[in-house]
């Protein structure tokens, strides 16, 4: 498995040097020229009902397309503090979804105690999974635990066969993966009746889009059925974003310029209507507030006059607040759209 | 190096259109519907549209198709085995044809 860019110091572990890459006129319009010529404002939040927290870059894979650079040498990690800022926010509001991510957010030490307290505040929680850290050591309660209070769990798999899945994964990861849907199944996750949900997620593996939603929820659950005895209840294409390990391998590659003209060519006006950033916040490891976890990785935090902390969370100035954006919100709008919750159209 | 093929034009090939609009809008539409889902899905039609490139050996083709069957969920296996549908055809296909030397073979043959 790769190192994490930060820990080869490579220069694209600092997120001014990957904003002046993605800056840079690639023969293709900025994105907010792209916006206006389609006639459209720049875009503005529509209110909230996901309430985003990334608790930290801890992760025990090392996956290469990982636009946050996690693994596991990182020690961004949300404190009890912040975690109780988090929660002293949400419970303000009436935001129904709290969507935890990470790294593998499993790992933060107040992951249950943050899920614990959102359950009982009677919001959705949906758990971003990379399903390996259901096998680690310490962690073999983990999939019990979350069946208790009914978490989602959205859960990483880019393919149905294991030569695609460690390529971007690592090695070993297809095989572990497998495993772990299977105690997931095992607890009723992707079950019809259960009420437990079980999402995949797919990332291309490669400088290319994801297939059309459907097709390949299609072609997934007939192969995991067939191959494995495997069920789950959606599955969600996810563009790979042009930053932190994927640019690295766009650039590395040869693909950067292609990938991006491809992404522009590719803009669909009624996907960025449907940007996830308009009904998200995204709150970092830290407290800081973001649009979007693609925008807290380049260090863009909320801006436009809302507030930049959680500790001074205000509903109804980040329920309408500007959105921060760059080339990057291309991946967002291209095609069928692609949001953490799959295609947007 | 000049080269008869650059992977830039590929995206010129609507430059076509300039000398008779009405049979490239023609073309456009036809190809559009063509690989549109029917019978058989847009993933299975990439699929054979890589076999026929490489039948025709259209280096434009390969490069669309490579890229078209990816981004329809298909793996580098099945395009492969795609490829060698591609090649079986055409090999049989001048093989077949040795029906007829051995047709003419027997005719002039004593």
């Known amino acids: 498995m790769g190192l994490t860019v930060i820990s080869r110091s490579n220069p694209l572990s600092v997120a001014s040097n990957q904003l002046r890459i993605l800056g840079a006129s690639g023969g293709h319009p900025r994105f907010e020229e792209k916006l206006a010529a389609a006639g459209l404002p720049p875009l503005h939040a529509a209110g909230i009902t996901v309430f985003q927290i990334n608790v930290g870059k801890l992760c025990n894979q090392t996956c290469h397309h990982c636009h946050v650079d996690a693994g596991p040498n990182r020690r961004e990690s949300m404190s009890r503090e912040t975690a109780e800022a988090c929660l002293g926010a949400l419970a303000q509001t009436d935001i129904p ?6 790294g593998a957010p499993e790992l933060n030490s107040n992951f249950r105690w943050l899920t614990e307290q959102a359950h009982a505040l009677g919001r959705h929680v949906m758990d971003r999974c990379n399903l390996t850290v259901l096998l680690l ?17 959205i859960a990483s798999l880019p393919y149905f066969r294991g030569a695609q899945t460690d390529a971007q994964r690592g090695d070993g990861v297809f095989d572990k993966s497998i495993e772990a849907l299977r105690r997931l199944n095992a607890l009723g996750y992707g079950k019809d009746g259960s009420g437990l949900l079980l999402n995949l997620v797919f990332n291309p593996v490669g400088a290319f889009l994801p297939p059309k939603q459907a097709a390949i929820e299609a072609q997934f659950k007939r192969e995991l059925a067939r191959r494995h005895g495997i069920a789950f209840n959606r599955l969600y294409t996810i563009t790979n974003m042009p930053i932190s390990r994927f640019l690295e391998f766009l650039l590395a590659s040869g693909n950067y310029e292609g990938y991006m003209q491809r992404l522009a060519n590719a803009f669909n006006p009624a996907a960025a209507e449907n940007v996830m950033c308009r009904n998200t916040i995204s709150i970092g490891w830290d407290g800081q507030l973001y649009d979007c976890d693609f925008n807290q990785m380049l260090e863009l935090t909320t801006n436009h006059g809302a507030p930049v902390h959680v500790r001074d969370f205000d509903f109804a100035a980040l329920a309408r607040r500007r959105i ?8 967002c709008t291209a095609g069928a759209g692609s949001s953490c919750g799959g295609a947007t159209l | 190096m000049e080269t008869y093929y650059h992977p830039h034009d590929l995206a010129k090939f609507a430059e076509m259109g300039k000398g008779n609009k009405e049979l490239w809008e023609k073309f456009s539409a036809y190809y559009a519907a063509v690989f549109a889902e029917g019978a058989l899905t847009e993933r299975e039609k990439a699929l054979i549209a890589l076999g026929v490139a490489h039948a025709v050996q259209c280096p434009y083709c390969i490069d669309a198709y490579t890229q078209a069957c990816l981004e329809k969920g298909s793996n580098v296996e099945e395009m492969t085995e795609a490829v060698h ?3 079986a055809i055409r090999g049989g296909a001048s093989l077949v044809h040795g029906v ?3 047709n003419v073979a027997d005719k002039l043959s004593m």
């Open chain 1, 97 to 102: 979804t709290v969507d935890i991510t990470g």
């Open chain 1, 137 to 153: 050591a310490g962690q073999a309660d983990l999939a019990d635990f979350l069946a208790r209070h009914r978490v989602e769990v």
């Open chain 1, 324 to 331: 921060v954006t760059g080339n990057h919100c291309y991946g």
């Open chain 2, 85 to 87: 549908v591609a090649c």
């Open chain 2, 100 to 102: 007829q030397m051995r």
